[in-house]
């Protein structure tokens, strides 16, 4: 179950200890995992508190990756204060303006500000990988995947053949693990409500970075896809294909990019639905299933393409129409 948005008992006098004593802690958000971040205010302060609890999270990692994306002139919070043991850390305040939210308000936006996303990851992507980075390659791609027969199918009643489900990916995903593109540093969960509008900063530095502690050294082309087949929020073919073209033209990418993307968004998709069926059945986070539909519409997408043939021949034969979005009201 979600855990209760309340700070741990230890919070206030970790807070006091740093200069933020009798500071007010304001629920701000929790997340897939254990996560929770709290707001604190003092006076006209602001900052957030991350409550990554131990042994459950450990906050090592996004230590590591915020100074490192900092360092490569990113926007990453700032680590203002520290307590690994007890999982508490005190970060940069980004404000409220989140690229959901302002695209929700300012639709007209939207190819300026993901314009300004694929800039990011351009940037991001011209940068020897953040040392220590997991590996993120044709192994892990195809264990990710064994989350869909796992849980997504009995979830909805199917018995299909998980051995003709890994082989058909094999023969899919090999080619863009061969395709030498890469590795970078990946964020793994690059989307719009994990980027906020930083007040005062221009360019690529306007966008602030969250939730990167799983980032891992891979192809290029999985955070564009995450950024532009987005669960939680509907970006227009249109605007997918003119950012995929605007990501090629600024990097000299070929055909090999293309192709690797389309197959890294379908799997990304098809592990996601296993993992929101995950989070619903084993961890009892019921709101996930709202996003289940969607992420068919955009694994119907991705299907469609030339090159995922063995794929979509696999579905059609185990997933029948009504085991896909239309089981999901």
């Known amino acids: 179950m979600a855990a209760p948005m309340i700070p741990p008992d230890f919070a206030p006098d970790f807070l006091a200890a740093y200069g933020w004593e009798g500071a007010d802690i304001l ?41 490192w994306l ?3 002139g990113l926007s990453a919070p700032a680590i203002l204060a520290r307590d690994l043991e007890r999982g508490l850390l005190l970060i940069d305040d980004f404000g409220d303006a989140r690229l959901r939210e302002t695209l929700d308000a300012a639709p007209e936006r939207e190819a300026e500000l993901y314009a300004l996303a694929v800039d990011v990851l351009v940037h991001l992507h011209a940068q020897p990988p953040m040392p220590g980075l997991r590996p993120h390659g044709l192994d892990q791609w195809l264990e990710e995947l064994s989350l869909f027969p796992d849980w997504y199918c009995p979830a909805v009643g ?8 890994a082989a058909a990916w094999r023969e899919v995903l090999a080619p863009v693990a061969a395709d ?3 590795p970078v540093t990946v964020l793994r969960d690059y989307h719009a409500e994990n980027i906020m509008l930083v007040e005062g900063r221009d360019g690529i530095a306007h966008f602030g970075l969250l939730d990167f502690q799983d980032a ?10 995450s950024v532009l087949e987005d669960a939680r929020r509907d970006v227009s073919p249109a605007i997918e294909r003119e950012m995929l073209e605007l990501y090629r033209s600024e990097t000299g990418q070929g055909a090999d990019f293309e192709d690797a993307y389309w197959a890294l968004a379908a799997q990304r998709n098809t592990r996601i639905l296993g993992v929101f069926t995950r989070l619903w059945k084993r961890d009892g986070k019921l709101h996930y299933t709202n996003f289940q539909r969607r992420m068919w519409g955009l694994l ?15 579905f059609d034969r185990f997933i029948p129409a009504e085991r896909r979005g239309a089981a999901w009201p």
């Open 27 to 67: 629920p701000l958000a929790g997340d897939a995992s254990f996560r929770r971040y709290f707001r604190v205010v003092r006076g006209g302060a602001k900052a957030v508190l991350m409550d990554a609890p131990p042994p459950h999270e450990d906050p090592r990692p996004f230590v590591a990756a915020a100074e």
């Open 70 to 72: 900092a360092a490569a």
């Open 158 to 165: 199917l018995e299909v053949d998980a051995q003709a489900f």
């Open 180 to 182: 030498g593109l890469g």
């Open 216 to 225: 891992v050294a891979g192809h290029p082309a999985y955070d564009l896809a």
């Open 300 to 314: 119907e997408r991705d299907l469609a393409h030339p090159k995922l043939a063995q794929v979509r021949d696999w």
